[in-house]
């Protein structure tokens, strides 16, 4: 009987304490950290890049191609121009790949995708600035263009896209890309005042429409007021940017032995075999012709646009074989983040750019460059060496409008010392980096030290080949 008083007693003690906590918390005598509406604590100092889809917990094909298409329906958030409130952002380097495009290759036998390539604002999806960016873009006359860039369109017109063109959405996902970044950077980082000049800016793009008018697109929306005169695009011919410094002969070997690794990984998927001889029985052609037509590249385009997949007499091809292919590709590109090759293939492919890229920061770090704003449009085979050289293993591959940001910050308590950033897709990625992994352990700044990169591109990209320069490490053949 005692004992159970004294069960019923603390029982009592402990609803009664429970209580009073509840009640003084009402009437505000405890402080309790607010929440956002965001679901944060603005106390919190970890760095939280919140993820706008639900990731599932295994690969999923389906999902992966979705965050691929990147379709323009939500707004972004991102983590680009956060530092603390004593740094000064000196400039900012970015490098695009272009919009959704038009297929580059067609499945034989059977209907081109029918997408619309000229841009109506009525149609969905779409931008406030579209009508605007169409107006200004026909009257591109002054802009000064490189070599071939000045024949290319200003933006996409034809009503059945041609191979490889860049389509509404590719469009629209760009003049996001721009509204985005001017948000931070123009309105609130001052980066541009409204007289900037053309020597403020670099612009750079490949031979292609479609990486000219997405550069245009994001230029539209990002500039303080977008001025054909001061536009001056040079023209790079190489898709991995490397100007000057191409001849790269072991660049080349490890690239053919990546490429003889995915032939291996394919012939042992018995699955995808299986697939690609029903997907050319249905079409009517050889396996062998199906394979070479790359029929992801196509089947992805009918994903994006939520098109049905295309049929014959035979039959249709299917979702079920559209995971299977995109299923392989994913597990191609686990595999070669494990296997090395294609790593070794982007240290050399990638050096020229990021040399040039180090260059620019180390001047303007010094006060001798201008060049604030640098644009780089380019391609998924430009981003995809880059991420994989920077050590960055866990970012997707490149998905359309994709972004790889690069800011500058001057420490305002020791104006001397300047820090680097590093974004993809609004996410920071900085500390994913393999030169300032281990900065991160040791520091509570949550940015790196610019001579880290800057060591990491003149000296310790070449440790792997046992080498001490860019034209030995191309040269020197492993042991």
């Not at 400039?91 to 034989?108: E, K, N, T």
């Not at 029918?114 to 107006?135: G, M, N, W, Y």
């Not at 291996?264 to 396996?287: C, F, H, Q, W």
């Not at 991420?387 to 591959?397: K, N, P, W, Y």
Request: glycine share 4%.
């Amino acid at each position: 009987m005692l004992f159970r008083n004294r069960f019923l007693f603390l029982l009592a003690l402990a609803a009664l304490l429970a209580f009073l906590s509840l009640s003084l918390q009402f009437l505000h005598l405890i402080p309790v950290n607010p929440i956002r509406e965001d679901g944060l604590n603005p106390k919190s100092r970890k760095r939280i890049m919140p993820d706008l889809l639900t990731e599932p917990p295994a690969i999923d094909p389906v999902y992966e191609a979705h965050v691929y298409c990147n379709i323009p329906t939500i707004a972004e958030r991102s983590m680009e121009g956060h530092a603390p409130h004593y740094f000064k952002l000196v400039s900012v380097q970015v490098l695009i790949r272009h919009g959704d495009r038009y297929p580059l290759y067609a499945i034989p036998k059977t209907k081109r995708p029918d997408i619309d390539c000229t841009l109506v604002p009525s149609r969905k999806p779409s931008h406030p600035q579209l009508e605007a960016f169409i107006k200004h873009m026909s009257k591109g006359s002054a802009a000064q263009m490189d070599g071939t860039l000045g024949s290319l369109p200003r933006y996409p017109s034809h009503s059945l896209c041609e191979m490889g063109e860049l389509t509404q959405t590719g469009v629209v996902q760009h003049l996001r890309n721009g509204q985005l970044l001017r948000e931070i950077y123009i309105n609130k980082h001052k980066l541009l005042q409204s007289d900037w000049t053309a020597k403020q800016l670099y612009l750079e793009t490949t031979g292609k429409s479609r990486t000219l008018q997405s550069a245009l697109a994001l230029l539209y929306t990002f500039l303080p007021d977008f001025d054909w005169k001061k536009i001056n695009m040079r023209h790079q011919w190489s898709t991995i940017f490397c100007s000057g410094s191409c001849d790269c002969p072991m660049r080349n070997h490890y690239l053919e032995e990546e490429q003889r690794r995915q032939y291996s990984l394919r012939v042992k998927n018995n699955n995808l075999e299986k697939i690609y001889v029903d997907m050319a029985k249905i079409v009517g052609i050889p396996t062998r012709q199906l394979r070479a037509s790359n029929p992801i590249d196509s089947l992805l385009c009918y994903f994006c646009h939520n098109v049905s997949f295309p049929c014959t007499n035979t039959g249709c091809i299917g979702m079920e074989h559209f995971k299977v292919i995109k299923r392989h590709q994913l597990e191609d590109e686990r595999e070669r983040q494990e296997k090395k090759l294609y790593f070794l293939y982007a240290l050399l492919a990638t050096h020229p750019l990021l040399n040039q890229t180090v260059n620019r920061l180390q001047r303007i770090a010094e006060g001798k460059k201008e060049e604030v704003f640098v644009l780089y449009s380019a391609h998924d085979v430009t981003l995809s060496p880059v991420l994989s050289a920077l050590g960055i293993t866990e970012a997707r591959f490149p998905r359309f409008a994709a972004r790889l940001v690069f800011e500058l910050w001057q420490d305002g308590k020791k104006p001397k010392e300047h820090f680097i950033r590093i974004l993809y897709n609004g996410a920071d990625v900085t500390f994913q980096t393999s030169f300032c992994k281990d900065y991160y352990k040791r520091s509570s700044k949550p940015m790196c030290p610019l001579e880290k990169f800057v060591s990491f591109v003149k000296r310790d990209m070449f440790l792997v080949f046992n080498s001490t320069s860019y034209y030995d490490a191309c040269r020197r053949r492993p042991l």
